[in-house]
């Protein structure tokens, strides 16, 4: 897959995908015309197989498959030089945002990469506490990934240093919190959001 | 003894980066018969001209050698200085230590010893130097323009319309050249037959305007402002005062399966026949080699039906011969064809597109044809092979053009902007259909240019595909395109309905030819040159000629129109005078030396020697000598270099001052 050659037809490039990117990321991708400035100054570059170049490139001919295989949209950092310089007004970080939406509806979670456990964990924890509790994150994150001594010399430190609270304190308005996610929810049933 | 003034330019850093300029200076001033001698920075500029003229007057000079560029470059500009000073400008020479010394070496003192020797060498010729007067010449008000495309319906209209008369030439049998054939122009997408058709029909009824189509250059004499052309109109077998341009020939011409070169052979006409129906004249042309009558004798049927008795079997090429003072070549171009093999190249055509073998592989030239609202399949986008109506067409960029393998190593300039147009077009009449591009960069320098290939990107959904096609084959009904997508670093292919190739553009054949005939010089792909790249880009070498379109290189629409206009204006610059200076660098016979040998008609190139009569006051004849009409003499000393006995000599080039010359080094 990663080396065969391109077929292009009207049948093989999914342009169908490509609108819903575009709908999804509210920015053009046709527009983008490979200068290569978003791969040129991305930080995370050198873990990604495809640069974020050619992933609009391979968007702008509807290579779906190749764009999602691989691990590229998820060591995105989402720092958003690419978008902030892009010369063309191509919104590169929402695209791979964009990309990741569209890799977990149709494949669950990759992989390749742990970004979509982390961040789920992490809005669970929105939803619980209103506020991020990061013991109960890491302490999750690293029981679940099976990586359970992850960064587990960093703890006292933060500690000491107040980063990291033993205890939780719970946001006031937390009912209000919750309306958001179960609004979201709904409409999702609905189908009226991403 | 002379009073010379040496005036030597550091031409900014160009010469006084290898040449110590103030020593030259100074080992000038020693010189016998030098009076002054300087250094400035910019001699040309209005300073440095003043220093020059300050000099003459206060130092009495007689004679100025200025030492700087090539007398092509500032030759004009130091004479008339000189000239304004109250020298005679032929007493002002450059010393050309620019091209011919600063620029070609890098030891700095052996450099500034040849400059001073070059100084030397011009201070020896202008002490021996006549003070000269212009020849003047007659200029005839009357132009020639070679070619009815834009530019050449351009030049002619700007032309007559600042009251001149002008003679308009083309090869075809109507005027229009290839806007003629295209259907919509970038980047504005205005059909162009809407917008050039008028243009014919107004150089057609302009009442200073002499058309003369299916006609060729057949020779060219004389010089700036006083040619002698010579047109071979050819037979059309159709009297042309006579024909209504009603048509009845062609639709009852029995013999109706010839393809039209004007729809690049995907149409069909009969043999007598109007190009296309909006043709300028409308005259029809009988085609002999495929005219039954003129095959078997049998057949005149076009004859019969005429009303008014147009039909002239017996025609024959005529030879007309118009005096012109100036002439606008604008021959255009044509378009590469990947079966034959490009000049100088060592290898025919592409092979690997399959050497113009596969019926649905066609040019940017055909596409136009298709996509004409005017042409053969009446607006629709139809492959040639089997008439369907393609859904994946692919179009391929830079074929032949910067392909150094196949001899031209040029871009072709105006592919990028057409193609961009195609895939609209395309996209305009098959809106289930997809374009794809294979392009090496999109060169959009241009007005609205860049703004137009990324709508057709964005907008239009072609598919524009960075890298180039190796291999196109017929596979079923299909073609094959191998490519490679170089942004994403995979090989792409394609079953494409039909391809596209953006094929080089090139000079029309014969340009060389025509070229011979003119005078003028061509590169070695056939386009004509320009005098200077930069500051006459529209005249060339040889006076009194000037270019316009395609012919001196590849270039679209408005460039063209440009270009054009600007040749016009410079026709009339030259009509505005009744009579033309010219330099008297003329060739001069000794009479009383002379013994009439004439190698030196044989040797000029420009026909300027003639015979003369020498008589005594009786009137009997004493002998014959050798002429030279100064009017004609190009003064390139040929005749002086061939002369047996020493009898030619050119003005400012006599052997006494180049033996001076050598003598002083």
């Known amino acids: ?177 919750e309306k958001i996610f179960s609004r979201i929810e709904e409409l999702r049933k609905k189908g009226e959001a991403p | 003894m002379s009073r010379i003034g040496v005036f030597v330019c550091h031409c900014g850093e160009n010469i006084s980066r290898t040449v110590d300029v103030e020593k030259v200076a100074a080992e000038a001033a020693r010189l016998p018969g030098v009076s002054y001698a300087c250094d400035y920075k910019y001699m040309c500029s209005d300073p440095g001209q003043s220093l020059l003229k300050k000099a003459v007057a206060e130092h009495g000079l007689d004679g100025v050698v200025v030492a700087a560029c090539s007398p092509r470059m500032h030759e004009k500009t ?54 000269l007067v212009p020849i003047t010449v007659p200029v005839t008000k009357r132009a020639l323009v070679i070619g009815g495309g834009i530019a050449g319906i351009q030049a002619a209209l700007d032309i007559a319309d600042a009251g001149h008369q002008v003679v308009l030439v083309e090869r075809e049998p109507s005027i229009g050249g290839h806007m003629a054939q295209l259907s919509e122009t970038f980047p504005t997408l205005d059909c162009s037959q809407c917008i050039m058709t008028p243009r014919m029909v107004d150089a057609a009824n302009h009442p200073n305007i002499t058309l003369h189509t299916y006609s060729e250059i057949e020779s060219v004499d004389g010089y700036i402002g006083n040619f002698q052309i010579t047109v071979r109109k050819k037979a059309r077998s159709v009297i042309e005062e006579r024909c209504t341009g009603c048509g009845i020939c062609s639709a009852k011409c029995p013999q109706k399966k010839i393809p039209n070169s004007f729809d690049k052979n995907l149409g069909l006409r009969p043999a007598i026949y109007v190009p296309f129906p909006q043709a300028v004249p409308n005259t029809p042309v009988i085609d002999r080699a495929n005219c039954t009558y003129f095959r078997s004798g049998k057949c005149g049927v076009c004859q019969k039906v005429c009303g008014p008795g147009a039909i002239d079997y017996g025609q024959e090429d005529s030879l007309i011969v118009e005096p012109v003072g100036a002439i606008v070549v604008a021959t255009g171009f044509e378009l590469y064809s990947i079966s034959e093999k490009p000049k100088g190249s060592p290898i025919k055509g592409y092979g690997e597109f399959g050497h113009g073998t596969i019926p649905d592989v066609i040019d940017g030239l055909t596409f136009e044809r298709l996509a004409s609202a005017s042409g053969p399949t009446g607006g629709k986008i139809l492959r040639p092979s089997d008439g369907k109506e393609p859904k994946q067409v692919v179009f391929v960029q830079c074929v032949g053009s910067r392909a150094r393998e196949k001899g031209i190593s040029y871009c072709s300039k105006i592919c990028c902007m057409y193609t961009a147009k195609h895939t609209m077009l395309y996209r305009h009449k098959v809106h289930d259909g997809q374009a794809y591009v294979f392009f090496m960069d999109a060169r959009t320098p241009g007005k609205n240019y860049d703004e137009f290939w990324r709508r057709a990107v964005e907008e239009e959904e072609a598919v524009y595909i960075r890298g180039m096609v190796s291999r196109l084959y017929q596979k079923g009904d299909k073609v094959v395109v191998m490519g490679s997508d170089i942004a994403v670093g995979l090989q792409v292919e394609i079953e494409a309905d039909l391809v596209v190739l953006a094929t080089a553009v090139q000079p029309r054949t014969g340009a060389d030819t025509l070229a011979q005939k003119l005078g003028i010089s061509y590169d070695r792909y056939n386009f004509y040159s320009e005098a200077h790249a930069k500051l006459k880009p529209v005249e060339c070498a040889t006076a009194g000629i000037y270019l316009a379109g395609a012919c001196q290189g590849p270039k679209d629409i408005p460039d063209t129109v440009s270009q054009a206009s600007a040749a016009a204006a410079k026709v009339m610059t030259l009509f505005a005078k009744s009579e033309l200076e010219r330099e008297p660098i003329v060739a001069k016979v000794n009479e009383r030396t002379c013994v009439a040998c004439l190698y030196c008609r044989k040797v000029c190139p420009y026909g300027a020697v003639e015979e003369k009569e020498l008589r005594d006051r009786q009137g009997n004849l004493i002998r014959v000598v050798a002429y030279v009409n100064p009017g004609v003499c190009g003064g390139c000393g040929t005749c002086q270099a061939t002369c047996p006995s020493k009898s030619v000599e050119l003005d400012g080039y006599t052997d006494e001052q180049i033996m001076a010359m050598i003598e002083s080094l």
């Open chain 1, 1 to 177: 897959m990663k080396h065969t050659k391109m077929q292009l037809s009207t049948e093989t490039m999914n342009l169908g995908f490509v609108r819903k990117v575009e709908a999804l990321s509210g920015s053009s991708v046709r527009r983008c015309f490979q200068c290569g400035k978003c791969s040129a100054g991305c930080p995370m570059r050198s873990f990604m197989e495809h640069p974020p170049n050619r992933i609009v490139r391979l968007l702008q001919l509807g290579q779906y498959e190749r764009v999602l295989a691989g691990r590229s949209i998820w060591y995105c950092a989402s720092c958003e030089t690419c978008t902030t310089r892009c010369p063309n007004k191509v919104d590169l970080a929402a695209i791979m945002d964009a990309l990741r939406k569209c890799s977990w509806d149709a494949r669950g979670p990759s992989k390749e990469s742990l970004v979509q456990l982390a961040n789920r964990l992490f809005l669970d924890n929105i939803r619980t506490y209103g506020r991020q509790y990061e013991m109960r994150l890491a302490a999750v994150f690293n029981l679940r990934s099976g990586k359970l001594l992850k960064d587990f010399m960093l703890g006292p430190t933060l500690l000491t240093r107040g980063k990291l609270k033993m205890f939780h304190r719970k946001n006031r308005n937390i009912g209000e919190i």
């Open chain 2, 78 to 131: 130091f004479r008339s200085a000189a000239k304004s000073a109250g020298l005679n400008p032929f007493l002002c020479e450059m010393a050309n230590i620019r091209e011919h010394c600063s620029w070609v070496h890098e030891d700095r003192e052996e450099a500034t010893a040849k400059a001073s020797d070059i100084v030397a060498m011009m201070v020896a010729r202008v002490k021996k130097d006549k003070r």
